[in-house]
């Protein structure tokens, strides 16, 4: 069947949970200055959230099957991607990238792009831009560098 | 370039009409949100900082403090307040969702700590309605 649009390229998104324990403590400071710049995030116990994570790509729509993207690859690139990594793990002790960086927002956005990225270069798609929620409260958007306008 | 978004809620009363106008004119561009008694909305606040976060630290801006500065500048002022009656930053101003999403910036703006700039609020007025705006 033919598509209507043969080039047209859109943007698809893709949501997914994980669940993950961390804390925010630099060792070269005491507990004191940790506390002072962390606040309760500071307690080395640690402490967990319920992540959502929305991944947005962006690509021709395939005359054959009109997808951008098949969802399942979608699914499994960022299970295998993010999920396994991630998922029911302490980030501070149990993830390799956290080990001299402190586990912030921030910082598993930056994580999860490097790891999101090469995967969808090799789809031939464009990784548009990432939103990570840490509660209904919170949330980061990053676009590997770029603005949010460039990628809109 | 990392953009950090925290959101914020607020109850408030207004009521939308137009001094200028004659009350059939208010009622025919307001329709209802022209009672003259008023209404209220939950009103929830996205305001979104940019910039890159500190190296050491990994944070972008510290959270404690910017709910310190949206407080004192927004929510103290605005909650559980009429924004025609209570609130002086609307004196002369019809506060529709697109006016208050102005002003809160012009608020905002010069609060924000220079490194994570100001980068857009959203006002969501209802699960419908919500007004935008974007810095450049």
């Known amino acids: ?152 | 370039l990392i953009y950090l978004t925290r959101r914020y809620e607020f109850s408030a009363s207004h009521r939308l009409f137009n001094p200028n106008f004659s009350d059939e004119k208010n009622w025919e561009i307001f329709k209802q949100c022209n009672n003259p008694n008023g209404h209220g909305h939950n009103y929830e606040l996205e305001v979104t900082v940019k910039g890159e976060p500190d190296e050491q630290t990994g944070m972008l801006i510290d959270i404690m403090k910017l709910d310190e500065i949206v407080h004192r500048v927004i929510i103290q002022e605005v909650d559980h307040k009429h924004l025609n009656l209570d609130v002086s930053m609307f004196e002369g101003i019809i506060p529709t969702a697109e006016n208050i999403v102005v002003i809160f910036w012009q608020r905002l703006l010069p609060e924000v700590p220079k490194h994570s700039p100001l980068h857009r609020l959203r006002l969501f007025e209802s699960r419908n309605n919500v007004a935008e705006l974007v810095g450049h």
Not at chain 1, 80 to 85: D, G, K, L
């Open chain 1, 1 to 152: 069947m033919a598509n209507p649009h043969p080039v047209q390229r859109v943007t698809v998104t893709r949501k997914a949970r994980f669940s993950s324990a961390h804390f925010y403590a630099l060792d070269e400071w005491d507990e004191a200055k940790n506390k002072a710049v962390f606040y309760g995030c500071s307690n080395r116990m640690g402490h967990g959230h319920n992540y959502l994570l929305e991944v947005a790509v962006n690509g021709p729509i395939d005359p054959e099957t009109g997808m951008v993207v098949n969802l399942k690859d979608l699914k499994a690139m960022i299970q295998e991607a993010v999920i396994e990594p991630l998922d029911h793990q302490n980030l501070n002790h149990q993830v390799a990238y956290f080990k001299n960086r402190v586990p912030t927002l921030e910082n598993i956005a930056r994580y999860i792009w490097e790891a999101l990225s090469p995967r969808v270069t090799a789809l031939h798609l464009d990784l548009q831009w990432i939103r990570l929620d840490e509660n209904d409260t919170l949330f980061v958007e990053y676009a590997g560098g770029k603005s949010l306008e460039q990628v809109s």
